[in-house]
T-cell receptor, first 109, second 112 residues
Framework: QKEVEQDPGPLSVPEGAIVSLNCTYS??????FMWYRQYSRKGPELLMY????GNKEDGRFTAQVDKSSKYISLFIRDSQPSDSATYLC?????????FGKGTRLHILP | DGGITQSPKYLFRKEGQNVTLSCEQN?????MYWYRQDPGQGLRLIYY???????QKGDIAEGYSVSREKKESFPLTVTSAQKNPTAFYLC???????????FGNGTRLTVT
């Protein structure tokens, strides 16, 4: 079993919809969880950084961590065409950071 | 404006030549990283450095070399020993363990 699993997509949703992106992981030692957004031919940009189980909100973005199920989610409300990108989850334990392979998201105008 | 600068954005080389990719940061971060990104493969760690004059191999270090002579700079050399050098290379930095990574905008290397 891979340490971090992420559906590659593509995921296509209409503008204004709520988007749900997910990752599962196998290593219960992971303590920190991140979501990155990557536009084509650009570097990943940090969106959310969380430590504990529960929800963290920042504008239209909500990160959710369920350590008991080893499952993290990123919700995007009121999705916009500019949200079209690849979303990478990442998790860390000490100095070891593992990335998911990314989910390609298309927001349809 | 603080950030990470990678140059050049696009790089073309002939097979058998070594090439050095530049990475400079002004975030005052101690740790720096090099990743390689290929379609469908995700991010793979090449080398990382937590402090000046010290660095460690990542998961795919073969055919690559680095140096860390200054806190701000972490250049990556892709040697002729790297069998599949054509890829998108990303440099990142962080304040330290358990801190999130901040990425540059990458260098796309094409070797023919």
């Amino acid at each position: 079993q891979k340490e971090v699993e992420q559906d590659p997509g593509p995921l296509s949703v209409p503008e204004g919809a709520i988007v749900s992106l997910n990752c599962t992981y196998s290593n219960s030692a992971f303590q920190y969880f991140m979501w990155y957004r990557q536009y084509s031919r650009k570097g990943p940009e940090l969106l959310m950084y969380t430590y504990s189980s529960g929800n963290k909100e920042d504008g239209r973005f909500t990160a959710q961590v369920d350590k008991s199920s080893k499952y993290i989610s990123l919700f995007i409300r009121d999705s916009q065409p500019s949200d079209s990108a690849t979303y990478l989850c990442a998790m860390s334990e000490d100095d070891k950071i593992i990335f998911g392979k990314g989910t390609r998201l298309h927001i349809l105008p | 404006d603080g950030g990470i600068t990678q140059s050049p954005k696009y790089l073309f080389r002939k097979e058998g030549q070594n090439v050095t990719l530049s990475c400079e940061q002004n975030l005052n971060h101690d740790a720096m990283y090099w990743y390689r990104q290929d379609p469908g493969q995700g991010l793979r760690l090449i080398y990382y450095s937590h402090i000046v004059n010290d660095f460690q191999k990542g998961d795919i270090a073969e055919g690559y070399s680095v140096s860390r002579e200054k806190k701000e700079s972490f250049p990556l050399t892709v040697t002729s020993a790297q069998k599949n050098p054509t890829a998108f290379y990303l440099c990142a930095s962080s304040q330290g363990p358990d801190s999130p990574l901040h990425f540059g905008n990458g260098t796309r290397l094409t070797v023919t």
